[in-house]
């Protein structure tokens, strides 16, 4: 099939289960990515899966590394079987991944960058022990306006994620967990979710990471975008400017995924297609209740 204004879009940290391997290792480049990972981590990779150590797996560091390897092996996939996209996007640490196929960086060095921004992002959460709770149901409106109630009551919540309409994603002290969890039940929600996360990840808890984090990014020489990518603190692309873009990769840490407004510019771009490529198909999902003017495509490898 022939398509044309195509957007690749990648995952960001999923949970890792039995069957992350499956579709991935069919691919030709599989083997020479995982080896570097592995030897990057010093670990097994495969064994840990076979013997489903999914505690260690899930951990911060581990499961981003994982996310942005499946979107890269993927993404070569894509590329010889249907075409070179237009624009990219990537939700959270997915944005690193849209950064390598847009050229940005090679994999070694992505690989490399993404571990030591969880290095950083683990140490100061350290100091904040949050999690991530996840509202499906609920209008942004009646979100913001617990969000605004509980900070009054001086609970840490923020909006770190605005996934579509109707689903939101906070970052929560672990210490208000439980009165967030009861505010948010008084509004009735389709679901309400604790989420498996190490971190109150894309809030203001990471704000010192964000600075360390540029630091960091700023001893590095980096190469050009070649193809437009989204930005999840703005919505909108990336600058091209070097200083600018290394500045707007440090507050992604800190700052809410402003992901349906970024779908929404690559439709106004004249994107048409947009694949969803990596593990899962969240994104995809995402993708119908943002707009189904254009196809929304979970890419698999055959």
Known sequence: MNYENIACIFPGQVIIKEDFFEEISKAKIFTEMYELLCHKLNIDLFQLVKNKEFEILNKNEISSLLSVLAGCVEYDDFCKNVKNPNYFAGYSV?????????????????????????????????????????????????????????????????????????????????????????????????????????????????????????EFLNTLELLPLKTPVIDNVTGIFLPSDGKELKSQLAKHICSPVLWEEGINTLIKSGCKNCFEVGYGNTLTKFGFFINRSIKHVSYMIK
């Open 94 to 214: 997915g944005q690193w991944t849209a950064l390598y196929a847009a050229g940005y960086l090679n994999f070694e060095r992505l690989i490399n960058i993404v571990k030591i921004r969880a290095e950083i992002m683990n140490k100061f959460i350290a100091l904040n022990p949050s999690s991530m709770i996840s509202v499906i149901g609920v209008s942004e409106k009646l979100i913001k306006q617990s969000v605004e109630k509980l900070q009054l009551q001086n609970h840490f919540v923020e909006i770190s994620n605005y996934n579509c309409f109707g689903q939101y994603t906070l970052s929560v002290k672990k210490a208000s967990i439980e009165v967030v969890m009861n505010e948010f039940k008084g509004h009735a929600p389709r679901k309400l979710l604790l989420l498996p996360m190490s971190g109150g990840w894309h809030s203001s808890l990471l704000n010192e990471a964000a600075f360390e984090f540029l």
